[in-house]
Nanobody, 127 residues
Framework: VQLQASGGGLVQAGGSLRLSCAAS????????IGWYRQAPGKEREGVSV????????FYADSVKGRFTISRDNTKNIVYLQMNSLKPEDTAVYYC?????????????????????WGKGTQVTVSS
């Protein structure tokens, strides 16, 4: 059972990246998926959350209007499209899976003890 985030890299401010979160060993469609990030010296923070069907999506205020979360359950992948990137977006980005949460938006701030965490991918935005 594994989650793997990929797609990170070095990009100039204003640029774009698309992160992918792929699952192996389990069916991603059965899980709510969240993207999180952690910058050096800072606590991990929630970025975006998507429901199992993809109908419900939530974003941190800091990324609203710039980031878009989506999922393709036929491919067992969740994406995070990041546009208009800023230097403050620099962080290691992680995806995580949760089987149940009554209020999905709470996953942006209450993400301890989630079912699965993937290894992160580094995103660096240069000014």
């Amino acid at each position: 059972v594994q989650l793997q985030a990929s797609g990170g890299g070095l990009v100039q401010a204003g640029g774009s990246l698309r992160l992918s979160c792929a699952a192996s060993g389990f069916t991603l469609a059965d899980y709510i998926i969240g993207w999180y990030r952690q910058a050096p010296g800072k606590e991990r923070e929630g970025v975006s959350v998507i429901s199992r069907s993809g109908d419900s999506k939530f974003y941190a205020d800091s990324v609203k209007g710039r980031f878009t979360i989506s999922r393709d359950n036929t491919k067992n992948i969740v994406y995070l499209q990041m546009n208009s990137l800023k230097p403050e977006d620099t962080a290691v980005y992680y995806c995580a899976a949760e089987s149940y949460r009554e209020s999905l938006s709470t996953l942006l701030t209450d993400y301890y003890g989630l079912d699965y965490w993937g290894k992160g991918t580094q995103v660096t935005v240069s000014s």
